[in-house]
């Protein structure tokens, strides 16, 4: 393959030949995660984004947890994917045959392996094991199931016994056995050990944890060891550590090894689409998804950028649906300042820049995150121009008192007067809810963070409340002070969201051949 930037991959091992794929468990070990529970519509979402982006198999879940996760599953298994979708099965018949009753494809099939599973956990013995496993995947395969056997804990059982079991389950009809790194615990060169061991008897899969974070290297090892097939999940989210993370190894298998998986384009979409459904925000410096992937901020980093992408990114951001960010503060070069104004329309001669530049760095001096609403400010303020607005708020009533807070608001959207109400948890949830209300389809945006500072003391202290909207890739910060928290909260949206459509516009003007139904995908 022709590598990104026109670069070779990295010298590496791993054969070139090799046919990875992926199995993940979003929605089955994924949401173990403490606090995640997935509806049956955000499973169903999830399971047609992966397939989308080329995942081979999708765990739906569990079936033997209860009615409704057998639903669920039915549910996954009836869209008509073009992965193979099967159920997490434990090593009782009663699992198998919930999952058969769920219209899966397979199952994974998960058996004690380490010492402490067998006879702490289940109470048996190497020989029941053996034995119970051989009943299962053949009972399973006479009702025409894919059956991939896990050794629960392997990467700490013992590996005579690690043999002997992936041999019995290939000889009574299982199409792959696995390699699972339970806790996380095994280093590279364990894994390495196991998985060629179990590579002799046939298909091998690798299922790691980042306990210690060494998923990805686990995963890359077991691959270089004969594995062929790896679980994961959307932006690591699973129990403890959380799971090797399906993006990350897409990634670096191409980047590195020059093998290709996914339609890694998709990538940022389905971490944004899981991160929603979980609740689990992606972390600022999180690989390949995170806000930070492809944020600058510092002078020498930003020019170096601008001039040739390859300077401090080690792959175009296009290439995961992401595209590149400059974030202005303390550290922040004329380059990059004036790459982040031509962006929002402003134009500065060489004085008009230095004086923009300079109360940049003064704003983050100051301990400030320079918002792009910020930079406008500045820009506006030193250039005498106005910004015009597409979204303002001309007013604003809510009530409290009642059971239901509510609140009414008056908008001003392109010259068109609109009106709405809308109920929430509070006042403030209810205005916003009135502001999407009025603003309709324009209002596809969450709100990613809110924070509210007291200014002044007393019982008439003014507030200045901070909020983030999101719309795709691109965000807005933008900050509002008054006596009233729920305007205050509700002028902040509002500017934020009129940020968003104006630079969604702007970015539209630029590229006319872009569906402007399409998700936004910049900042």
Known sequence: MTALFGCEPTNSSLPRSIDVTFLDTTLRDGEQMPGVSLSADEKAAIARDLDAAGVDIVEAGSACTSASERETIRRVAGLGLDATVTSFARGVRADVDHALDCDVDGVNLVVPASDRHVETKVGSSHEDVLARTVELVEYARDHGLWVEVLGEDGSRADLDFLDRLSAVAMEAGADRVCYCDTVGAASPERTAEVVSTLAAHGPVSVHTHDDLGLANANVLAGLNAGADLVHATVNGVGERAGNVALEEVAVA????YGVETLDLAELYRLARRVADATGVPLGANKAVV?????????GIHTDGTLKDGRMYEPYPPETVGRERRLV???????????????????????????DIVARVKDLGDRGKRVTDADLAAVAGDVLGRERDRRVELLSLSATSGADVPTASVR?????????????????????????????????????????????????????????????????ATVSAADAD???????????????????????AEESPNVDPDEEVRAE
């Open 253 to 256: 298998l191409e980047r590195c």
């Open 290 to 298: 995170g806000d930070n992937a492809f944020a600058h901020e510092s």
């Open 328 to 354: 202005l503060g303390k550290h922040a070069g004329r380059a990059g300042v004036k790459a982040a104004l031509s962006e929002q329309g402003f134009d500065p001669d060489g004085e008009e820049l230095d």
């Open 411 to 475: 908008l001003l959207v392109e010259d068109e007067e609109r009106t709405a109400a809308g109920t929430g948890s509070g006042p403030v949830d209810a205005a916003v809810e009135a502001v999407r209300s009025a603003l309709g389809p324009d209002a596809n945006a969450s709100l990613e963070s809110y924070h509210v500072d007291a200014v002044t003391g007393g019982t008439d202290a003014v507030v200045a409340v901070e909020v983030t909207m999101r719309r795709g890739d691109r965000t």
């Open 485 to 507: 928290i729920t305007r205050a909260s509700v002028e902040a949206a509002v500017d934020a969201l009129d940020r968003l459509l104006a630079a969604e516009a702007d970015a």
